[in-house]
């Protein structure tokens, strides 16, 4: 993981669903990797829902601690409903981050989120699942950039076969 940029990890996760969709946000965001902690996903990961097939492109790994073996200059940002936490549209992104999310029935960790760079928040009425807070994080990470690829050619690229919508001009 010596050249990642942005690395998702998640506690524990239970839903391939949610773990389908996280790749697949991974994928539309570019992140580097996706990690994982606990046992439950491992059980369940005959039920993948990865449809994009993304793990043909991201590595999707389960390790021990989501904090070992991170390269020196990347950061350690918790999402999480904590007490005390940074409002996400507030939030200033590290160029090289590990975004940590809790399971879907739980919380992370508190000696995980001690040892954390930052602790945000999205600002919902009641929690999102796994995957919606995932793609939330990371299309803010992205909107606050300031290369974004703004084009028609873009577009072409990266919108499913089946989308030919043009904007009439006015």
């Known amino acids: 993981m010596k050249d990642t940029s942005v690395i998702i990890g998640l506690s524990n996760p239970?839903?391939?669903?949610?773990?389908?969709?996280?790749?697949?946000?991974?994928?539309?965001?570019?992140?580097?990797?996706?990690?994982?902690?606990?046992?439950?996903?491992?059980?369940?990961?005959?039920?993948?829902?990865d449809t994009k097939q993304m793990l043909q492109t991201i590595p999707l790994s389960g390790v021990e601690s989501m904090l070992d073996d991170l390269p020196e200059d990347m950061k350690v940002v918790c999402v999480d409903f904590a007490e005390g936490a940074t409002l996400l549209p507030h939030f200033t992104h590290p160029e090289k981050a590990i975004y940590i999310f809790g399971p879907e029935d739980g919380s992370i960790a508190q000696d995980v989120a001690d040892k954390a760079d930052h602790v945000v928040y999205v600002p919902t009425v009641g929690c999102m699942n796994l995957a919606a807070s995932v793609n939330v994080v990371l299309y803010d990470r992205l909107a606050k950039q300031e290369n974004i690829v703004q084009s028609d050619e873009h577009i072409r690229q990266n919108r499913d076969n089946k989308n030919n919508l043009r904007v009439a001009a006015k």
């Open 14 to 49: 239970k839903s391939p669903t949610n773990v389908g969709a996280v790749l697949r946000a991974a994928g539309c965001y570019q992140a580097d990797a996706v990690i994982y902690t606990g046992t439950r996903y491992d059980k369940a990961a005959k039920f993948q829902t």
